[in-house]
């Protein structure tokens, strides 16, 4: 039996992903799976921002944020979030 995906990646995503190659596929697997704090959207109630410190990358913040309610889940952006590396 295929492995059901866990995520798939919007166009803006796909585009991040060419724009920003320093940040690993890997990376935001383990944010995805494993966050260290989930947020809602203050604008669109359907997104959720995940976070997590990225250790081999100087221990900045990595947010993901997804479609909450799609399987896979729908990535639709992510980021090295400057204000949340000392909150984390």
Excluded: C, N
Excluded at 16 to 42: C, N
Aim: glycine share 4%; hydrophobic share 35%.
């Amino acid at each position: 039996m295929a492995e059901e995906k866990l995520y798939e990646l919007s166009e803006h995503a796909r585009e991040s992903r060419r724009k920003r190659p320093v940040i690993r596929m890997e990376w935001i697997e383990e944010v995805l799976k494993q966050p260290q704090l989930v947020e809602g959207d203050s604008v669109d109630a359907e997104l959720e921002h995940r976070l997590g410190r990225i250790q081999e990358y100087d221990g900045r913040a990595l947010r993901v944020i997804v479609k909450k309610d799609t399987t896979p889940l729908r990535i639709i952006t992510f980021y090295f979030d400057r204000k949340m590396r000392r909150r984390l």
